[in-house]
């Protein structure tokens, strides 16, 4: 099974703040790699596809990056809106996926 | 405007048996791949399983392989989730997922999920 792992478990920053956080495949997933947010009791929010590929409606503050085993997901300039739990998630093993552990970005 | 609402989450002893739906409209259900995703309490995201349009490819996680059972019916336009022999740790928040991508594991819409408490 392929394993995600996500770094910071958690990360506190301001509004106007740039953060990025990471993702690692324990194989190369190529750039079969997707990010979602979500917030306390909703469902996740798909941000981000095959690595790069910002989903409609997407705000282009969000960026994705990465090939291989790592990526990472960028949010230039934070919004209040922000501020919530971000996952990544392998579709390389399709119809098999996994998520990482995620990671909590809160307000300082 | 895709919908989707899972039903059928309750509380019930370890050993017990529950069966999900999750009822689809605004869109093709036939045309598109179908998942179930859960979450337990304060926990990450776990995927559980898969289903073709057709129905006819099912893949699941190790964590349920041989109790759970994902199902469709396109004709009502609804997923269910079978599942049998719980225990403790089943205890989660359980959505169900569309798959934008054909296979490509985009999950674009979700429902709202159900919650499934197992405990004795």
């Known amino acids: 099974d392929i394993q995600m792992t996500q770094s910071p478990s958690s990360l506190s920053a301001s509004v106007g703040d740039t953060v990025t956080i990471t993702c690692r495949a324990s194989?190369?997933?190529?750039?079969?790699l997707n990010w979602y947010q979500q917030k306390p009791g909703k469902a996740p929010n798909l941000l981000i596809c095959?690595?790069?590929n910002l989903q409609f409606g997407v705000p282009s503050r969000f960026s994705g990056s990465g090939s291989g085993t790592d990526f990472s997901l960028t949010i230039s300039t934070l919004q209040p809106e922000d501020f919530a739990t971000y996952y990544c998630?392998?579709?390389?093993?399709?119809?098999?996926?996994?998520f990482g552990q995620g990671t909590k970005l809160e307000i300082k | 405007e895709v919908v989707l609402v899972e039903s059928g989450g309750g509380l019930l002893q370890p050993g017990g048996s529950l069966r999900l739906s999750c009822a689809a409209s605004?869109?093709?259900?036939?045309?598109?791949?179908m998942n179930w995703v859960r979450q337990a309490p304060g926990k990450g995201l776990e995927w559980i399983s898969y289903?073709?349009?057709?129905?006819?490819?099912?893949t699941y996680a190790e964590s349920v392989k041989g109790r759970f059972t994902v199902s469709r019916d396109n004709a009502k336009n609804s997923l269910y989730l079978q599942m049998n022999s719980l225990r403790a740790e089943d205890t989660a928040v359980y959505f169900c997922?569309?798959?934008?991508?054909?296979?490509?594991?985009?999950?674009?819409?979700w429902g709202l999920g159900t919650q499934v408490t197992v405990s004795s």
């Open positions: 605004g869109f093709t259900f036939s045309g598109f791949e």
């Open positions: 998630q392998q579709s390389y093993s399709t119809p098999q996926y996994t």
């Open positions: 289903i073709s349009g057709s129905g006819y490819t099912k």
């Open positions: 095959d690595a790069s």
């Open positions: 194989q190369n997933i190529v750039n079969y």
């Open positions: 997922a569309r798959d934008l991508g054909i296979g490509r594991g985009w999950f674009d819409s």
